[in-house]
């Protein structure tokens, strides 16, 4: 049995690339995206009432890993990248049919020309098809007592901190203060792959928004921004 | 953009219609279901570890209603089945590509043919098509703080209560205290269209597990169970 989806709405985001894009959503509150939906759901009725909601799922393709397919183990970050655990018992982005589900902040919604909804908090990258949005219900949605095994809390956070000449690229920018603030909550989740080792002499690169940030390890738990461009 | 999914694995639910189906996951914590995965999907290994999470992420495809297709607006049983909202701002069944999500506990895993996913709480129908099963994770998922306009609580609860003949033939089946408490979880939902005014008169009937369960409103927050066959 096959189910044919259509995509509701393309995701305009603040990531630009998969690497460095939070492993959950909510993990960088500042991250920024606007669904906008496509015709024929585009239209104000479709989201009547949805402005007395705080909180949306949104369901989504990982369109950018469908080519590469799955496997039934995979390797969890939070396990340092070596342990194996079954895909279905990970958030893992290779899985069968490709659905992400991500909890997301709403902002705003804007009807000036069909529907556009203004998120925070979304682990969504630029160009994600969306093909559900529903209203979070925490009575529902909320189970403070389940057990979440070796997810059971966030990740530990690294330092970040900034040179003087990023520092000043920055102060730069319009969104300048904003921009930081992104780059400090992505870099703290530690964005390299779980199983390389630290490599204190590597510049790592990432397109956040429209900057190209450049930075380095200083040690296993801290992270420098050299440069943005 | 089209996405094809396919079905991962078919749910067999108490839930024998989809009358009387509790509006949200949860709400009848005794209601049981098996998730019985499908090949190539239904190897041990793809659900290695799920044994450390309580709470499992369904998504699936409200299959009975896809032929009805979607509208912009729809009236939301909480509402009084009578104001309309928008489709993304409700969970109804009915809505562009037919996607539901429900969050429901892991009773068990059941390696023995295949892979076979003991579960409670859940709202999915008999037959209910699964295309994707995640882990719960608490501090991602859970958003005490959330607002949720018209469905801020749970709805209140109707009495509902057992005429001697029911009573009796509960107690001549096997697992008839288990299914007298799914009967008054199920039934304290007020399953009646919201729509529709009280009639004492009427006598309704709801396949549940292997009953037939008839009963009747004895007044707008009361309900009798009349029968069981």
Redesign the interface.
């Known amino acids: ?8 709405g393309i995701m305009h985001s603040c990531y630009q690339e998969k690497f460095a894009v939070p492993r ?3 993990l960088a509150p500042s991250a920024y995206a606007t669904l906008e939906l496509l015709p024929p ?1 585009n ?1 104000p ?6 402005e ?4 949306l ?1 949104i ?1 989504f ?1 990982f369109h950018q890993n469908l080519a590469q397919g799955w496997k ?2 995979v390797r969890p970050p939070r396990l340092g990248g070596n342990k ?8 893992s982005t290779f ?5 992400g ?1 991500s ?1 997301v902040k709403l902002e705003g919604i804007d009807l000036n020309e069909g529907v556009k909804l203004h998120l925070s908090g979304a682990d969504l990258i630029d160009g994600t ?1 969306v ?21 059971a ?2 990740p530990e956070l690294l330092k970040v901190s900034f040179q003087n000449t990023a520092e000043l690229q920055l102060a730069a920018h319009s969104q300048g203060k904003r921009l930081k603030q992104l780059i400090s909550e992505v870099l703290a989740q530690n964005p390299r792959p779980a199983y390389q080792k630290t490599d204190l002499a590597r510049v790592y690169g990432v397109k956040l928004a429209d900057l190209n940030v450049q930075f380095c390890y200083l040690a296993d738990t801290s992270i420098e921004v050299v440069a943005i461009h």
Not at 143 to 151: D, Q, R
């Open positions: 049995m096959r189910w044919s989806l259509e995509t509701l959950q959503p909510g759901y239209l009725e479709c989201v009547d009432g949805l007395g909601f705080s909180h799922w369901s393709i039934p183990k194996k655990v079954g895909v279905f018992a990970s958030r899985r069968p049919n490709g659905l589900l909890v098809p093909v559900d949005i529903k209203p979070y219900i925490p009575w529902v949605d909320g189970k403070p007592e389940a057990l979440a095994a070796w997810v809390a966030p």
